[in-house]
T-cell receptor, first 113, second 115 residues
Framework: AQSVTQLGSHVSVSEGALVLLRCNYS??????LFWYVQYPNQGLQLLLK??????LVKGINGFEAEFKKSETSFHLTKPSAHMSDAAEYFC???????????FGTGTRLQVFP | NAGVTQTPKFQVLKTGQSMTLQCAQD?????MSWYRQDPGMGLRLIHY???????DQGEVPNGYNVSRSTTEDFPLRLLSAAPSQTSVYFC??????????????FGQGTRLTVV
């Protein structure tokens, strides 16, 4: 079975600081992984996805994530946080049966001035 | 570009009432699904469909029904609302359910309160 674990339900950073949101996966087949962002009172939108073409994946708004098989991780980073990055972030893995996206519990990012 | 459209955006129901949450997509996607979002629990899959006429249960299907008579529409029915169904509901679609690399496109959500 596939699953993802997001460590830290809340992360707070200062504006300009590094953002690091953690995601570890469990999968019995090669995983395909996604990061989504949810701004207040909105739906989820795709930030980036890993599809095995490259281990370092660049997404929108300056975010990137690195797939590390040895650590079963797919952490999301951004070198310099902006106030507009405040949102909830979800890691997801594509299920083995192809028809499901399995989500983590989410990490709420707060950015302080 | 409408994408995935959900109606209504907000709804308050009394315990025992029934209602239908509407979801429509204009991208000709085969796969559609319903999730509920609750604090600390992420998104949990309720029901999904891989094409018109085909539906299946997800992780938390009890108390909900779905049907898929057309490619575009995937309504979610609450048969007899309970306070435990207070949640934010999201509809999502994916273009190719047999390809695991395809991402989901989400609607704006329906915030449901059952009193």
């Amino acid at each position: 079975a596939q699953s993802v674990t997001q460590l830290g339900s809340h992360v707070s950073v200062s504006e300009g600081a590094l953002v690091l949101l953690r995601c570890n996966y469990s999968s019995s087949v090669p995983p395909y992984l996604f990061w989504y962002v949810q701004y207040p009172n909105q739906g989820l939108q795709l930030l980036l996805k890993y599809t095995s073409a490259a281990t370092l994946v660049k997404g929108i708004n300056g975010f990137e994530a690195e797939f590390k098989k040895s650590e079963t991780s797919f952490h999301l980073t951004k070198p310099s946080a902006h106030m507009s990055d405040a949102a909830e972030y979800f890691c997801a893995v594509s299920g083995m049966n192809t028809d499901k996206l399995i989500f983590g519990t989410g990490t709420r990012l707060q950015v302080f001035p | 570009n409408a994408g995935v459209t959900q109606t209504p955006k907000f709804q308050v129901l009394k315990t025992g009432q029934s209602m239908t949450l509407q979801c429509a997509q204009d991208m000709n996607h085969e796969y559609m699904s319903w999730y509920r979002q609750d604090p600390g629990m992420g998104l949990r899959l309720i029901h999904y469909s891989v094409g018109a006429g085909i539906t299946d249960q997800g992780e938390v299907p009890n108390g909900y029904n779905v049907s898929r008579s057309t490619t575009e529409d995937f309504p979610l029915r609450l048969l007899s609302a309970a306070p435990s169904q207070t949640s934010v509901y999201f509809c999502a679609s994916r273009p190719e359910p047999r390809i695991r690399t395809t991402e989901a496109f989400f609607g704006q959500g329906t915030r449901l309160t059952v009193v």
